[in-house]
């Protein structure tokens, strides 16, 4: 079993930044891969970004957050992290954290395992 707790989230500014913590517990955490997603009202939860260990650190990225986004993870914390920079009103969401067993680049969230309680951003002037 993996309990996973996000923290970071926030009121923010347009064009600011925000860095998303997650902390994992469970002994295997470096064999898992970890992603990002966030669901606004209303619609339903989309993937953000993902990070493996076992094949390479390998990561991926939504369009809509490539280049403004990066995905990291430190497995000696059992942390993951998702800098957010250049940040739009458009993503404003609650972010949840999420871990995948295999180990593989995932994005569709029905795919993972676990689930954190989610964490809200607000981008807002």
């Known amino acids: 079993q993996v309990q996973l707790v996000e923290s970071g989230g926030g009121l923010v500014q347009p064009g600011g930044s925000l860095r998303l913590s997650c902390v994992a517990s469970g002994r295997t955490f470096s064999s898992y891969a970890m992603g990002w997603f966030r669901q606004a009202p209303g619609k339903e939860r989309e993937f953000v970004a993902t990070?493996?260990?076992?094949?390479?650190?390998?990561?991926a990225y939504a369009d809509s957050v490539k280049g403004r986004f990066t995905i990291s993870r430190d497995n000696a914390k059992n942390t993951v992290y998702l800098q957010m920079n250049s940040l739009k009103p458009e993503d404003t969401a609650v972010y949840y954290c999420?871990?995948?067993?295999?180990?593989?680049?995932?994005?569709?969230?029905?795919?993972?395992?676990?689930w954190g309680q989610g964490t809200q951003v607000t981008v807002s002037s």
């Open positions: 999420a871990a995948e067993r295999s180990g593989t680049i995932l994005t569709s969230p029905a795919l993972y395992d676990y």
């Open positions: 990070i493996t260990w076992s094949r390479g650190d390998s990561t």
